[in-house]
């Protein structure tokens, strides 16, 4: 019972271009969706967060795209650089309570020179 | 200005023997989490506290066991280890949600990598 997806296990993108990373949900009772970035090594950390009152946030080159009715959430980046090279997590929680995290299976995006 | 501090980074257990993962932050943050990942897999969680003193089981919570005495520390005890437990843990911490306050990112530590042998 996967209750958020990211079914695309691996993107690969040019440098400067726009990367999408997508993710779906099944819970209505999350009200809160956060992207985290991972490198080899390293623990997860946070990147950007929409809540469900929005449709958007930006924060630089990022952007996260809210889609309520469709239960779908997309993280915008560009122009995109070598350094964005990671696994990207998608996460969702219910504000109200312990706010426990529950993460998609990730998405590893490479960008090329 | 450490964060949220694992230790150790890597241990090799035999199958049957027991550890404990330490976890320890220092932001003085109510909410703590421990969370496995397995590879091409996504973070399950484990356990999780709300305070000191409270502790409650998560998605995959057989086999391990954890206390809260201190706001700071959350360890994580595996007792009887078996080969199934091998995976990366992360310890993570956040605040409790306040009125108008809307961040609620959590903040991890750079995790522990077990392999049961």
């Known amino acids: 019972d996967q209750q958020v997806k990211q079914n695309s296990p691996s993107l690969s993108v040019q440098e400067g271009r726009i990367s999408i990373l997508n993710c779906d949900y099944t819970n209505s009772m999350f009200d809160y969706f956060l992207w985290y970035k991972k490198y080899p090594a390293e623990g997860p950390t946070f990147l950007i967060s929409?809540?469900?009152?929005?449709d958007k946030n930006e924060d630089g080159r990022f952007t996260v795209f809210l889609n309520k009715s469709a239960k779908h959430l997309s993280l915008h980046i560009v122009p995109s650089q070598p350094g964005d090279s990671a696994v990207y997590f998608c996460a969702a929680t219910a504000i109200q309570g312990a706010q426990k995290l529950v993460f998609g299976q990730g998405t590893r995006l490479t960008i090329n020179p | 200005n450490a964060g949220v501090t694992q230790t150790p980074k890597f241990r090799i257990l035999k199958i049957g023997q027991s550890m404990t993962l330490q976890c320890t932050q220092d932001m003085n943050h109510n909410y703590m989490y421990w969370y496995r990942q397995d590879p091409g897999m996504g973070l399950k969680l484990i356990y999780y506290s709300v305070g000191a003193g409270i502790t409650d089981k998560g998605e995959v919570p057989n086999g391990y066991n954890v206390s809260r005495s201190t706001t700071e520390d959350f360890p994580l005890r595996l007792e009887l280890a078996a080969p199934s437990q091998t995976s990366v843990y992360f310890c993570?911490?956040?605040?409790?949600?306040?009125?108008?306050?809307?961040?609620?990112?959590?903040?991890f530590g750079q995790g522990t990598r077990l392999t049961v042998v």
């Open positions: 993570a911490s956040t605040n409790r949600r306040g009125p108008g306050r809307m961040n609620t990112e959590a903040f």
């Open positions: 929409i809540s469900s009152i929005k």
